[in-house]
Structures are given as C-alpha cells and as structure tokens.
C-alpha cells in the first residue's frame, strides 16, 4: 500500500458504517420524538460531518479541459525524466 492510499483510506474512516450510524440516529430521534412536545431534527440527537451542508462544487467545461492540459503536463514532464 502506497502512501497516499493509506492517507486516503485514514481520512475517510469517520464515514465507515455511515448507515448503521444513521439508523441508530433514526431510533433515538423517534424514541426522543415520543416524550418531546417539540419538534426534534435528527442532527439535534447527534451531529455528524456528513451533515454539514457544504456547497457542492461546479467545474465548468473550461475548467476541466484547463486542469486536462495541466494533468498532460505533469505527466509528460514526470514522465521524461
């Protein structure tokens, strides 16, 4: 395993059982729910990252052929010496 696959799977292992996280979530919000007059929200029981409402980010057309030239560029210059 190289280096950047172990940074890789290292940085996404907050996410590993992200359905049985979210099913536990589900029962004690329901459970919360029924003793509560108020209306309670799943990330009042607990917040996880993936609840943050990030923007998801658009590449354009030019965008993606910029960073195709780039990436060609790099590889041709890894690639001579």
């Known amino acids: 395993m190289k280096t950047y696959e ?3 799977i290292l940085g996404s ?3 590993r059982d992200r359905d049985n996280k979210d099913m536990a979530r ?5 459970i ?3 003793n509560s007059k108020k209306t309670i929200k799943s990330t009042d029981i607990v917040k996880f990252p993936w609840d ?3 923007p998801v980010a658009v590449v354009t057309d030019e ?3 910029e960073l195709a030239k780039r990436a060609e560029a790099i590889k041709r210059q890894l690639w001579q010496t």
């Open 6 to 8: 172990a940074t890789e």
């Open 13 to 15: 292992i907050q996410y």
């Open 26 to 30: 589900m029962i004690a919000q329901v």
């Open 32 to 34: 919360a729910q029924v």
């Open 52 to 54: 943050d409402d990030k």
């Open 63 to 65: 965008e993606r052929e």
